[in-house]
């Protein structure tokens, strides 16, 4: 088992398989809230669902609506079992936050370093607990 150690954005915990996605994403106009999958026709991972997965993303980019479309991932039940991220990203964050204060859940995410990120292998399982990510 590897451990590693991020900066947790928002303290929570899951574990799942990891989705890795190395391409620039907005999870508004991207991420389809009723699916969670990926929906940009344009995407190298056009069509892969986040549920349930640690999803390990290398660079965001878009809306500061990004977060609403979290929330209403997570409240649907559908959301990722945590995400990774490579950029600390605030918006996305604020998803999660609000979600947790209004009842709908907890979702895990943490900011990893350039060297801890690169070690996110697609398909290999791991545990988040915070700021700890344990990979087997």
Request: glycine letters at 12%.
């Amino acid at each position: 088992m590897t451990k590693l150690a991020g900066e947790a954005l928002v303290a929570g915990h899951g574990a799942g398989p990891i989705l890795r996605i190395d391409h620039p994403i907005s999870f508004w106009g991207g991420v389809d809230p009723k699916t969670a999958r990926i929906s940009d026709p344009r995407h190298p991972r056009h069509g892969e669902r986040l549920t349930g997965r640690v999803v390990a993303i290398a660079e965001l980019r878009g809306s500061s609506s990004s977060s609403a479309v979290l929330l209403e991932l997570i409240h649907a039940g559908i959301a990722p079992a945590a995400i990774l991220l490579r950029e600390t990203d605030a918006i996305l964050a604020l998803g999660a936050l609000v979600a947790r204060e209004m009842g709908y859940g907890d979702l895990a995410m943490v900011k990893m370093s350039q060297r801890d990120f690169s070690l996110l292998s697609e398909g290999r399982h791991a545990h988040v607990e915070g700021p700890r990510v344990a990979l087997d």
